[in-house]
């Protein structure tokens, strides 16, 4: 569980007053008590809950910024990173996109406490990966690394994002994971999208073949729905995708998937009702009816507000000056909140890995 004891009035921290102290306690509390009603409790042998999640700018969230500021949507709040540690807490192991900087990072890791660890990728020396790096948390009383783990690269393919693997074990259930995050690019022509997915996939699925290993490949794939050609690759390639669930904050797109090419009966959903989901913290933390409250701590920050009052429609921002529209300032907390969270939500899924009746069984047939 989190370590929340710098919360103690006694033990102030950084950048938060008694009222963003309360304010956060109240959100935790919140936060906590929806992760029980929705997330199946984690358990020591019996069953193992992965997830991916894209955490928006994770560490780069104050320099996203237009030329003109009007979209810059400031520093995550203190409180925002005790939310995410919350919500990764849930989890035995998460794979994480989009994260800019290891202080961001390294931050959450000490609210998650010692015995959480990550493995995590170097960043790219040019811009075309915008500097992100691809992480594996996980805690260690329960998901062991197997001392395995690299970016893989394809001879004569170039991923915007170079795609990241290691392998895990937990319980009797062995695993490699690799996690991406695919290129968008232009989101009238997918076909590069398409093509990282289909080399990644191919690659992938030849190796579990070879290999005999069980496959995990997740993370942000950039896809728009099941029925459309970005989720084609998954198909051609043998993956089996066995959940279905929209995964970006506005729950209109499919971006973020996990795919499994396992040995036979290794791929075994849990007990638990429901066993799988995409987890909306926005129903507990930076609700919507709290945008003037949010609107007077951004202010306090001591940013630009232009933000909350200029701020144009981004679906507006290629049409002529005289035809774009502004938003409200609820309207661009919208937005805005999701620098604070992510505009992403966590997709999970519980697995069995307590296989020691199959064991007795083959043991029992020996002579």
Request: charged share 30%.
């Amino acid at each position: 569980m989190p370590y929340y004891s710098s919360l103690r009035p006694s033990r102030p921290i950084r950048d938060i007053s008694t009222d963003d102290r309360r304010r956060t306690i109240a959100g935790l509390q919140r936060l906590r008590a929806q992760k029980t009603a929705e997330i199946p409790t984690r358990t020591l042998k019996d069953t193992l809950l992965l997830a991916t999640w894209n955490i928006r700018d994770f560490g780069n969230e104050d320099k996203r910024a237009t030329p003109d500021g009007q979209s810059q949507p400031g520093p995550r709040l203190e409180e925002s990173y005790y939310y995410i540690a919350e919500v990764i807490s849930a989890f035995d192991i998460v794979a994480i996109q989009e994260i800019n900087t290891m202080a961001a990072l390294e931050r959450v890791m000490q609210i998650l406490g010692p015995s959480w660890d990550y493995l995590t990728t170097d960043i790219k020396p040019d811009q075309t990966g915008n500097h992100e790096q691809m992480t594996f948390v996980y805690d260690k009383r329960k998901v062991w690394f197997k001392h395995v783990a690299g970016q893989i690269v394809i001879d004569g393919t170039q991923f915007v994002r170079t795609p990241y693997y290691a392998a895990f074990q937990s319980g009797w259930f062995r695993f490699s994971l690799s996690t991406v995050h695919i290129l968008y690019g232009d989101w009238k022509d997918t076909s590069e999208r398409i093509r990282e997915i289909d080399t990644i996939a191919e690659f992938l699925s030849n190796r579990a073949d070879r290999t005999g290993e069980n496959m995990i490949l997740l993370g942000d794939f950039n896809i728009l729905s099941r029925k459309d050609p970005t989720f084609e690759p998954l198909n051609n390639h043998g993956w089996t995708v066995p959940l279905d669930f929209k995964t970006n904050v506005n729950k209109n797109k499919s971006y973020d998937q996990i795919a499994f090419k396992t040995q036979k009966g290794k791929l075994r959903r849990g007990p638990s009702k429901p066993n799988a989901g995409a987890f909306d913290f926005f129903k507990s933390v930076f609700r919507k009816d709290e945008w003037q409250g949010y609107y007077d701590v951004a202010a306090a920050t001591g940013r630009p507000m232009t933000s909350w009052d200029h701020s144009i429609n981004w679906r507006d921002r290629d049409k002529p000056k005289d035809q774009q529209r502004h938003l409200t300032r609820a309207q661009y907390f919208d937005q805005w909140r999701t620098w604070q969270v992510s505009d992403h939500m966590p997709l999970w899924i519980e697995l069995q890995i307590d296989f020691t009746d199959d064991y007795l069984k083959r043991l029992a047939k020996m002579k």
